[in-house]
């Protein structure tokens, strides 16, 4: 008998190596001092920034999983936006664009090609150029993109330099991984489904050049360890955040798809990773599940003074982008994260 391939196993950002396991890792890989590069590994930011001239720099970053949806051409678009938004992350514009390709060679090839359809139109929208790629055979598909991207060494977005009384502005919806889990078994809302492949397939290229208009001191993307790990890293050891619950825009049906249980792994190693530096305030479960949830082609978590985070959020909204303002910075007193 002929074995049978499952497209869609369950994929996306939540089969990410868990922040625990890559921070014990990376501790022991030996970091080469070079004043051009301005932003590396150490900082567990979203993609090097190397300078090239006093006006130049480039922008590096590449992700790939496996498919989280049963359609190859929007698994290729999410993929690829996702793996582009790092750039838009760094402040950075997209220029190139390289495939990264694992696929079986028992499988349909005209998958393959809805795959790579789906990646380049997402590229193409981003103003970037697809140069090339790599594939080999493997047992399960897994596709993304190496991309480079360009900023001004004096413009880049790091993700840790928040300061006392910025506020939070979530640039997309949470949501997306319990979603998609709900969604394997048949228990999710085709509303709830079509918001979240919006979500997914939507590029932050929009976001990221409205709040370039403005004060940036931190900023990432939320993806596969969620909004609280994500977040935890924004603030490093000297500051906290007070999060407002009922401000963070998530899914229609990702709470109750939440209290019914449909959680994810990779949601659990982020709640074990970072939970004790979080205090949870009459905060109902499903919601810490929605903000320990990893998100494939999530939204931008960005610092900023509030005067400024409140024009961009106009901004943003003109754009029909569902965001909102969802919490505050101080110098820590206490837990990393207060949620209430």
């Not at 900023?304 to 909102?324: G, R, Y």
Request: aromatic letters at 8%; glycine letters at 10%; hydrophobic letters at 40%.
């Amino acid at each position: 008998m002929e074995e049978k391939i499952v497209f869609c196993k369950g994929g996306g950002c939540t089969a990410k190596l868990g922040p625990g396991v890559l921070d014990y890792v990376l501790k022991k890989i030996p970091k080469k001092r070079d004043a051009r590069l301005l932003v590396g590994f150490e900082s567990s930011d979203d993609a090097a920034v190397y300078q090239l001239t006093d006006d130049l720099a480039i922008v590096q970053t590449l992700d790939f999983f496996p498919p989280m949806v049963e359609d190859p051409y929007l698994f290729g678009q999410i993929a690829a936006a996702n793996a582009l938004s790092d750039i838009y992350a760094m402040g950075g514009d997209v220029k190139t664009a390289l495939n990264i390709v694992c696929f079986p060679e028992k499988m349909d090839l005209n998958i393959l090609g809805q795959i790579l359809l789906g990646g380049s139109e997402k590229v193409t929208e981003a103003g970037g150029v697809l140069a090339g790629g790599h594939s080999i055979a493997d047992q399960d598909v897994k596709y993304g993109l190496s991309v480079t991207g360009t900023i001004h060494p004096n413009k880049v977005f790091a993700n840790n330099a928040v300061k006392d009384g910025d506020v939070l502005l979530l640039t997309k919806p949470l949501g997306v991984g319990i979603i998609t889990t709900a969604s394997r078994v048949g228990d999710v809302s085709k509303e709830a489904m079509d918001q979240a492949i919006t979500s997914m397939t939507t590029l932050n290229k929009y976001a990221s050049e409205i709040i370039r208009n403005y004060q940036v001191h931190g900023c990432t993307d939320v993806t596969g360890f969620g909004f609280l790990a994500h977040l935890c890293e924004m603030l490093g050891d000297n500051y906290m955040a007070e999060i407002e619950w009922k401000s963070i825009p998530y899914i229609s049906d990702a709470f109750r798809c939440a209290e019914e249980f449909y959680i994810t792994a990779a949601g659990q190693r982020n709640r074990n990773h970072v939970g004790d530096q979080v205090e949870f305030q009459n905060v109902p479960f499903a919601m810490e599940e929605i903000l320990f949830d990893p998100q494939t082609s999530g939204g931008l978590l960005v610092s900023m003074p509030e005067a400024d985070a409140l024009q961009a959020l106009e901004k943003l909204k003109n754009q029909k982008l569902p965001c909102n303002i969802v919490g505050k910075i101080h110098k820590r007193t206490q837990k990393k994260i207060i949620v209430k």
